[in-house]
């Protein structure tokens, strides 16, 4: 192998003392003189796409939440033992996505019945038109909190004290 012509990743070095260029190494950097491919790394387990040409990684055991991307977008795939995996007793893969590549993150959800005792809860009247105020929001400060620069804290009008 190391003297197919061609050369490549199997290519043996050319002095004895010389380390062979690793796989990965050879995926990501094949030019030394070149910045390595910025690459996503996802660990899941694959599956097969509806879609031609795309690849799945279910990144559940449950399969119901997934990356989906262009099997042409992978750039480097690595197989991970059952007792090294994320997901106990299962082997998992190691996937190497270029980064400018599209990723679909999807999350499935099956319909459910609708449960009679679930609250409706709601922060204010049906049709109401009062967003954009913050009073039916309690993360929004009331008006009356002031920045205060010169303090470098929050300020409200009953602090306004002398000696504060």
């Given at each position: 192998m190391a003297n197919e012509p061609g050369g490549g990743p199997s290519e043996a070095p050319s002095n004895p003392n010389e380390l062979p260029q690793?796989?990965?190494?050879?995926?990501?950097?094949?030019?030394?003189?070149?910045?390595?491919?910025?690459?996503?790394?996802?660990?899941?387990?694959?599956?097969?796409?509806?879609?031609?040409?795309?690849?799945?990684?279910?990144?559940?055991?449950?399969?119901?939440?997934?990356?989906?991307?262009?099997?042409?977008?992978?750039?480097?795939?690595?197989?991970?033992?059952?007792?090294?995996?994320?997901?106990?007793?299962?082997?998992?893969?190691?996937?190497?996505?270029?980064?400018?590549?599209?990723?679909?993150?999807?999350?499935?959800r099956s319909p459910q019945p609708v449960d009679e005792f679930d609250l409706d809860v709601r922060l204010g009247a049906p049709g109401s038109r009062r967003s954009g105020t913050g009073a039916a929001c309690p993360h929004y400060l009331p008006t009356e909190w002031l920045y205060r620069p010169d303090r470098q804290h929050l300020s409200h009008p009953m602090w306004n004290l002398p000696g504060r």
């Open positions: 690793h796989p990965l190494v050879e995926r990501l950097k094949p030019d030394p003189s070149q910045p390595a491919k910025r690459v996503v790394v996802l660990t899941g387990l694959p599956g097969k796409s509806d879609r031609n040409g795309f690849q799945r990684l279910y990144l559940t055991t449950k399969l119901n939440y997934y990356a989906e991307f262009l099997a042409s977008d992978i750039v480097n795939a690595e197989v991970i033992p059952a007792d090294q995996s994320p997901f106990p007793g299962h082997e998992a893969t190691r996937v190497s996505v270029a980064r400018d590549a599209t990723i679909h993150y999807i999350r499935e």
